[in-house]
C-alpha cells in the first residue's frame, strides 16, 4: 500500500534562513506524481510544488525546490529565505497516476508544522 | 486563490443529524474529490467524481454518500452523524489522469464540521 512518512511533527527556523522538511514514501508503482501542499491555519491546502517520478531534474517554484531522490524514496522539501508567512503545516502528498486505476486519489503524510522566528 | 469554493465554511450539528456539504470545482476540472481531516492529520480520502459518478472510495462508510452535478459542481452528504465525524472537510478539482502538466489539485478552504 502506499504510504507518506514525515517523522518532523514541528520545526522551527529563523527568518531568513533555509530549512529542509523530510518526506519519504512507498509505492509500488512505477508511475507517480508527489506533492507539497501548505495548509495554514485557515485551512485551505494550497498547491507548492509538484515532482513527476520520471521527472529527471528536481522540480522548483520560486523559493521551494524539491529534493528528490527515487532510489531512496525521498522527496524532502527546501524553502529558502523563510518568511514570516512561512508558518504553516506542510504536508507531503503523493498522487496514482497509474493507468490501470479507474480513479486517482491524493494520499497525505501527517504533516509538519513549521514556525519562523523573527 | 484556486478557484475552489466550499459552502458553508463552519457547521455546528448534533448526533444523529444529517449534513450536506457544497464544492464548486475549478473551472474546466471535471475530477472531484473529497477528504477528511481530523484535528492534527492529513487528510483522508473520502471518495471521488468524475462525469456525475463516483469512480473511487476511500475506507468510509456508506452514510457518506455524494453528487456530481453537470456543472462539475458536487455535494458531500453525511447520515446518521456521529461526534468523530467532526473533521475539516476539504474538496479538490483537478483534471482527469495524463491532462495536466502538473496534475495537481486545487483544494477549496474546506467546511469545518463540528458535530456535538
Known amino acids: 500500500a502506499q504510504k507518506i512518512t514525515q517523522t518532523q511533527p514541528g520545526m522551527f527556523v529563523q527568518e531568513k534562513e533555509a530549512v529542509t522538511l523530510d518526506c519519504t514514501y512507498d509505492t509500488s508503482d512505477q508511475s507517480y506524481g508527489l506533492f507539497w501542499y501548505k495548509q495554514p491555519s485557515s485551512g485551505e491546502m494550497i498547491f507548492l510544488i509538484y515532482q513527476g517520478s520520471y521527472d529527471e531534474q528536481n522540480a522548483t517554484e520560486g523559493r521551494y525546490s524539491l529534493n528528490f531522490q527515487k532510489a531512496r524514496k525521498s522527496a524532502n522539501l527546501v524553502i529558502s529565505a523563510s518568511q514570516l508567512g512561512d508558518s504553516a503545516m506542510y504536508f507531503c502528498a503523493m498522487r496514482d497516476q497509474t493507468r490501470e486505476t479507474s480513479y486517482d486519489k491524493v494520499i497525505f503524510g501527517p504533516g509538519t508544522s513549521l514556525s519562523v522566528i523573527p | 486563490e484556486t478557484g475552489v469554493t466550499q459552502s458553508p465554511t463552519h457547521l455546528i450539528k448534533t448526533r444523529g443529524q444529517q449534513v450536506t456539504l457544497r464544492c464548486s470545482s475549478q473551472?474546466?476540472?471535471?475530477?472531484v474529490s473529497w477528504y477528511q481531516q481530523a484535528l492534527g492529520q492529513g487528510p483522508q480520502f473520502i471518495f471521488q467524481?468524475?462525469?456525475?459518478?463516483?469512480?473511487g472510495r476511500g475506507n468510509f462508510p456508506p452514510r457518506f454518500s455524494g453528487l456530481q452535478f453537470p456543472n462539475y459542481s458536487s455535494e458531500l452528504n453525511v447520515n446518521a452523524l456521529e461526534l468523530d465525524d467532526s473533521a475539516l472537510y476539504l474538496c479538490?478539482?483537478?483534471?482527469?489522469?495524463?491532462?495536466?502538466?502538473?496534475?495537481?489539485?486545487?483544494f477549496g478552504q474546506g467546511t469545518r464540521l463540528t458535530v456535538v
Open positions: 467524481y468524475y462525469r456525475e459518478e463516483e469512480n
Open positions: 479538490a478539482s483537478s483534471l482527469p489522469l495524463g491532462r495536466g502538466a502538473a496534475s495537481e489539485a486545487f
Open positions: 473551472s474546466g476540472h471535471n475530477t
